[in-house]
């Protein structure tokens, strides 16, 4: 008699193929999760939405989320060091705004996903 647990279960060899051709390797997939724990922080959103809006300062970061300056500055490292937000320096003052086109897509496409 044929074990009916097992009844359905068979290799689909060529979509086992294409997709051992087409993974990244560990090392790639492990930063990649890495990259989406970094928006998992609601302040860090926040922080990337107001960015993709305009360049901002801490200060104003810190007026507009209603966060300390301390705590904008702390997330803003986060960011920089995932290279997700750039800086640029205009006197004593620190501008901050989205890194790349795919930073903006990755913030614009999240946000039309859970409007959908």
């Known amino acids: ?5 097992n009844e ?17 390797d560990d090392e790639t997939l492990y930063d990649l999760a890495e990259l989406f724990k970094v928006f998992g922080d609601s302040t860090r959103i926040k922080i990337l939405y107001a960015l993709f809006t305009t360049e901002l300062c801490v200060y104003d970061i810190s007026q507009l989320l209603n966060v300390s300056q301390t705590a ?10 995932n290279k997700l937000v750039k800086s640029r320096k205009e006197g004593k003052n620190v ?5 790349d086109d ?9 946000i039309e996903h859970i409007e959908e």
Request: hydrophobic letters at 40%; proline letters at 2%; charged letters at 20%.
């Open 1 to 5: 008699m044929m074990d009916s647990k």
């Open 8 to 24: 359905f279960l068979h290799v689909h060899e060529e979509s086992i193929k294409k997709v051992s051709e087409n993974i990244p």
């Open 72 to 81: 904008v500055s702390h997330q803003l490292r986060v960011l920089k060091t």
């Open 95 to 99: 501008f901050y705004s989205l890194a």
């Open 102 to 110: 795919h930073v903006y897509s990755i913030i614009g496409q999240g």
